[in-house]
């Protein structure tokens, strides 16, 4: 697959583009793509995913804070490659960008530079200032610039209409398998092993205390979770909490991401590892003392092996 953050010069034989944020790239995008590749092949084309930088919401509503992305660039544009996408257009996301109505924009950027053959749209995306670029007026102008233009319909699983919002809500519930189903791969999170205070490690539960890499990327629900880690090229089983570690060091304004790796003494600080997420499995919760919580981590090893036993690590 290519990237272009330029397109003054893109080449690509019978475009038929889609265009969207495709936020983690999941079953619901991957409809998308797979009429994209049928199309593609029937008029002797190429596949090209347009994609924005930075997020549209960074950029109109930028004091908003509160915006999580389920996917990285880096991890949307390996999902988009594994798709078989032939090309992905990173166009710069501005306000100035945000004012072309729709029709400037299919004209202007999708015929002019990229020589539209074939545009793909969602059942419910709209283009342009203000979303006048409906699916109704897309045709109307398709007629009279002369490409062509396919709408998808929504995508259902398990009777539900699978969205990225939908997805994000479940993981900010802690629903990861829930989440999972939805995006048709394993949620991961990258970041870097930072130093704690190394009490894990005189209770004979070690941890890796894990700084995000991305810090819109979102991070799940509170609570205990069975994982797998790639550290240095290797998968290994574990499990992970997510919260405030009310037992020893409550600080309501420090949330930490601290990961026991099973059956690992290698000391990988300022390393960068993989986490992926397969089960919630309790809330996080106080314990009357450091006894009772160690305790628990014995009970939650052994829960959490036996929800991974399935787990190929390879």
Request: proline share 3%.
């Amino acid at each position: 697959m290519k990237i272009h953050y330029v397109i003054d010069s893109f080449e690509a034989r019978n475009p038929v583009i889609t265009i969207g944020t495709f936020d983690g790239v999941h079953l619901g995008h991957r409809k998308v793509i797979d009429r994209l590749k049928e199309i593609a092949s029937s008029a002797e084309g190429e596949t090209v995913v347009f994609t924005f930088y930075p997020h549209p919401r960074m950029v109109v509503s930028a004091s908003e804070s509160s915006l999580r992305l389920l996917s990285t660039f880096n991890e949307k544009a390996d999902q988009l490659e594994q798709a078989g996408i032939d090309h992905l257009v990173v166009f710069p996301f501005t306000i100035e960008f945000a004012e072309l109505t729709y029709d400037e924009f299919i004209k202007e950027i999708l015929i002019d530079k990229l020589h539209l053959h074939t545009l793909v749209v969602g059942h419910d995306h709209r283009l342009g200032k203000n979303r006048e670029g409906s699916f109704e007026n897309i045709l109307s102008l398709s007629k009279r610039l002369s490409f062509n233009v396919e709408k998808i319909e929504t995508y259902l699983f398990d009777e539900v209409d699978v969205s990225s919002t939908k997805i994000r809500n479940a993981l900010q519930k802690g629903e990861v398998d829930v989440a999972n189903r939805y995006l048709g791969y394993t949620f991961s999170l990258h970041g870097t092993v930072t130093e704690g205070n190394k009490l894990g490690r005189s209770i004979g539960f070690p941890t890796a205390n894990i700084q995000a890499s991305d810090p819109y990327k979102l991070i799940p629900a509170e609570g205990v979770y069975a994982v797998t880690i790639l550290v240095k090229g290797k998968l290994y089983k574990g499990m992970l909490n997510i919260g405030f570690r009310p037992t020893l060091y409550f600080n309501a304004d420090n949330r930490t991401i601290e990961v026991h790796i099973f059956d690992f003494s290698e000391d990988i600080y300022s390393k960068e590892i993989s986490i992926f997420f397969y089960k919630r499995t309790r809330n996080e919760q106080k314990f009357a003392n450091i006894e009772a919580l160690k305790n628990q981590l014995s009970i939650d090893r052994e829960q959490i092996m036996r929800i991974l036993e399935e787990v190929e690590l390879s």
